[in-house]
T-cell receptor, first 113, second 113 residues
Framework: AQSVTQLGSHVSVSEGALVLLRCNYSSSVPPYLFWYVQYPNQGLQLLLKYTSAATLVKGINGFEAEFKKSETSFHLTKPSAHMSDAAEYFCAAGPRGTDKLIFGTGTRLQVFP | DSGVTQTPKHLITATGQRVTLRCSPRSGDLSVYWYQQSLDQGLQFLIQYYNGEERAKGNILERFSAQQFPDLHSELNLSSLELGDSALYFC????????????FGAGTRLSVL
């Protein structure tokens, strides 16, 4: 069965530092890939989506993710963290031919001043 | 605001009871998805409806059922509630199906006492 692995349940960075959140998927056929962010007591908000048009995907709030088929990865990055980036981030895969999303376990990002 | 409306925001009930969670999708979206978010299971896909018909089932218990009405709103019915059913239940909607961005509501937090 397809799965999504997010390495690191907690990541802490200083304000202004690089943010790197890791996501790997398990599938021989690359699925649709998504990153969502969840702020406290809120629903999930889409950051970006990979559809196979381009390997480097730019999203909202300065985030981007690079799809690497050879590594089955879709890591999320942001060059400079802001305090407002503190939230939980979920990587999700949408297997081709199905409609559901398979979520990773999430990574909680803390940003220190 | 994602455009997906979920009611109620909070629900507190007792074991053995039955509750109904309601979801209004974004205008124009035909597909509705239900997810459960709990501390031990993470975000799990429960069920999907497309234009009134059940399209996909995930890890949904037999005590749970859902339907999508002609006006496209959806209800998730949870019966014979157990303590372990306490979770955040999300509804999401999308225009069509596979690969489409799913927009999430703010969720209904269910507490079973």
């Amino acid at each position: 069965a397809q799965s999504v692995t997010q390495l690191g349940s907690h990541v802490s960075v200083s304000e202004g530092a690089l943010v790197l959140l890791r996501c790997n998927y398990s599938s021989s056929v690359p699925p649709y890939l998504f990153w969502y962010v969840q702020y406290p007591n809120q629903g999930l908000q889409l950051l970006l989506k990979y559809t196979s048009a381009a390997t480097l995907v730019k999203g909202i709030n300065g985030f981007e993710a690079e799809f690497k088929k050879s590594e089955t990865s879709f890591h999320l990055t942001k060059p400079s963290a802001h305090m407002s980036d503190a939230a939980e981030y979920f990587c999700a895969a949408g297997p081709r031919g199905t409609d559901k999303l398979i979520f990773g376990t999430g990574t909680r990002l803390q940003v220190f001043p | 605001d994602s455009g997906v409306t979920q009611t109620p925001k909070h629900l507190i009930t007792a074991t053995g009871q039955r509750v109904t969670l309601r979801c209004s999708p974004r205008s124009g979206d035909l597909s509705v998805y239900w997810y459960q978010q709990s501390l031990d299971q993470g975000l799990q896909f429960l069920i999907q409806y497309y234009n009134g018909e059940e399209r996909a089932k995930g890890n949904i218990l037999e005590r749970f059922s859902a339907q999508q009405f002609p006006d496209l709103h959806s209800e998730l019915n949870l019966s014979s509630l157990e303590l372990g059913d306490s979770a955040l239940y999300f509804c999401a909607s999308s225009v069509r199906t596979s690969g489409n961005i799913q927009y999430f509501g703010a969720g209904t937090r269910l507490s079973v006492l």
